[in-house]
């Protein structure tokens, strides 16, 4: 295991004064888009967004204050360009916006994936950087606006103007992230790590874990409601406990059999053979595998992608949990409301 530890920046290594003179464009305005367009904008940073002719957010970011403009416009405007549109898309757009670059601007990006691999192939005299908040987008907007900061990573492919680290700062700043940390990288170790975990742990590991414990348990004569609420439902109480205080906070909490259980019984299923298909994964991202399947599976029209897809959406465990979370009493907006509700009768008899 290796010992070297990353340098993390926080708000006070950040000086606003490396972007507060600059405009920024915000190509797309999805998960990430509408997150950077709107803290940059509160925090006061000139932003336009670049958005397709007839997209179906432009009456969004207009309705959120924001100036609105289609990318080739709002890049030619901008000094920073920050390019939040989907990985598969981004060759494509950045064509439409390449002969606005100029010398000295940046490209701004929350994800490696078309650097790295070579997808897209800047001009020398531009700067190259990247902030990635390490969080969906939905939670970076509502992160700001509680005044809390999203934790982000920092990495600088190319830096032509000899400022691009001291205004990716400025931007990590802008966007919340350096408010809780901002960890410096590089394109080819956030692009990696990021594609490696997605596939093996957060994204395709932890669904096929749950949907293989939810099937031995119904195929063994289970109700699936039981299986459901044992292999997908209570995985978010146990993450939570992971999240806020480490494997230690969730063996704590968990009872003593559960912990031995876990202990001793975890590791025979995610197992040495778990671990080789693991370091499978990682070869195909590092040696450039995936990507190279990745861009022919669009080039294609996403026939395995659609059918895996849809595969998924058919599985029972989606049927059965959506009745399942229709009845949760403690729904999200039922218990807020049941909270407005308590406060005011607390405030009645107060
Ligand atoms: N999702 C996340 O939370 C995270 C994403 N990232 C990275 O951030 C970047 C953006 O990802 P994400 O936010 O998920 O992207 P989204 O899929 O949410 O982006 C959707 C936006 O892109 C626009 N768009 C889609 N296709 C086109 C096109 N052909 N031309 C112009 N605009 C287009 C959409 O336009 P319209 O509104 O018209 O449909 C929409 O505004 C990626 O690099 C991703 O890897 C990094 C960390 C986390
Ligand atoms: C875990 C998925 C992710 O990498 C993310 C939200 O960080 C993504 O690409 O969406
Ligand atoms: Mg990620
Ligand atoms: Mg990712």
Redo the contacts with the bound molecule.
Sequence with gaps: MSEERATIYYDEDADRKAIENKTVAVL??????HAHAQNLDDSGINVVVG??ED???WDAAEDAGLAVAT?AEAAAEADIVSV????T?QP??YEQIRDGLEAGDTLQ???G?NIHYGQIEPPSDVDVTMI??K???HLVRRNYEAGEGTPGLLAIYQDATGTAKAEALAYAQALGCARAGVVETTFREETETDLFGEQAVLCGGVTSLVKHGYETLVDAGYSPEMAYFECMNELKLIVDLMYEGGLAEMWNSVSDTAEYGGLTRGDQIVDEHARDRMEETLEAVQNGEFAREWVMENRAGRPSYTQRRQAEMNHDIESVGAELRELFAWSEEEAESEDEEQEQERMRAD
Excluded at 28 to 33: D, F, I, V
Excluded at 84 to 87: E, I, M, N, T
């Design positions: 797309g305005y999805g998960s990430q888009g958005l397709r997209s179906s957010s990318p939040l549109v989907p990985d898309v494509a757009v990006f929350a994800h994936f990635a908040p969080s969906p987008g």
